[in-house]
């Protein structure tokens, strides 16, 4: 019995020194590279407020600024039927409007970056 409490103590000293010291942070490639991509946050909405969406640029998760917001960009919300609905800035990065919206019609929102990426 004695033995065999000296084998798992023996064996739990090893595990935890093997767990602890073989452990390396891994940062990969995307995080080195940042590719600036477009996020786009919000929902198009016909209720009494108005819809609301957010442009902001991708970051690396170890920055601690902010994300980059993207202004005087170009948003229009389009039905099947091509008709447009634009949305304007409203705040640096956000934009916005009240929408004529029918729930039995498919959206689609075209937008275009100062930058002229679509």
Known sequence: MRLARIYITMFSAFSLTWFTYCKREYNPP?????PRLLV????LTNAPDSTYITLTRSRNIADSAPSPVETNATLLV???NATGMPLNEISPGGYGGL????????YSMDIHTSGGVS
């Open 30 to 34: 995307v995080l080195q590279n940042n």
């Open 40 to 43: 786009v946050d919000g929902t």
């Open 78 to 80: 389009e039905t099947e």
């Open 99 to 106: 929408l004529s919206m029918d729930s039995s019609q498919n």
